[in-house]
Nanobody, 128 residues
Framework: QVRLAESGGRLVQIGGSLRLSCEASVRTFSNYAMAWFRQAPGKERDHVASISVTGADTYYAESVKGRFTISRDNTKNMVFLQMNSLKPEDTAVYYC?????????????????????WGEGTQVTVSS
């Protein structure tokens, strides 16, 4: 069983920055690729960014590429999402996700249907 706890979501101004954190309660954190997804009201849960088990490989949605950075600390069972140049369309509930991995490839953790564990989400609101 993996428990994921997100934090860091809040109201932020357009163009601002925010760092989301996710702490995983699991003994074998390094066996999981990690990802961030987001879901806006009335929309599907979409992939934002993912990172492989070692952190060597990352993958981003086109809409956030160049603005968001995913990272992980396997010594602390943590994954982070640094979000810069935030836009109103980034407003959503952001979910941390864990995907039991069999390789060091971030692209295998981009489908919500294949994710093994989810956090409860943290709200990010971007507004003027």
């Amino acid at each position: 069983q993996v428990r994921l706890a997100e934090s860091g979501g809040r109201l932020v101004q357009i163009g601002g920055s925010l760092r989301l954190s996710c702490e995983a309660s699991v003994r074998t954190f390094s066996n999981y690729a990690m990802a961030w997804f987001r879901q806006a009201p009335g929309k599907e849960r979409d992939h934002v960014a993912s990172i492989s088990v070692t952190g060597a490989d990352t993958y981003y949605a086109e809409s956030v590429k160049g603005r968001f950075t995913i990272s992980r600390d396997n010594t602390k069972n943590m994954v982070f999402l640094q979000m810069n140049s935030l836009k109103p369309e980034d407003t959503a509930v952001y979910y941390c996700a864990a995907d039991l991995a069999y390789n060091d490839n971030a692209r295998t953790s981009t489908l919500a249907s294949t994710i093994d564990y989810w956090g409860e989400g943290t709200q990010v609101t971007v507004s003027s």
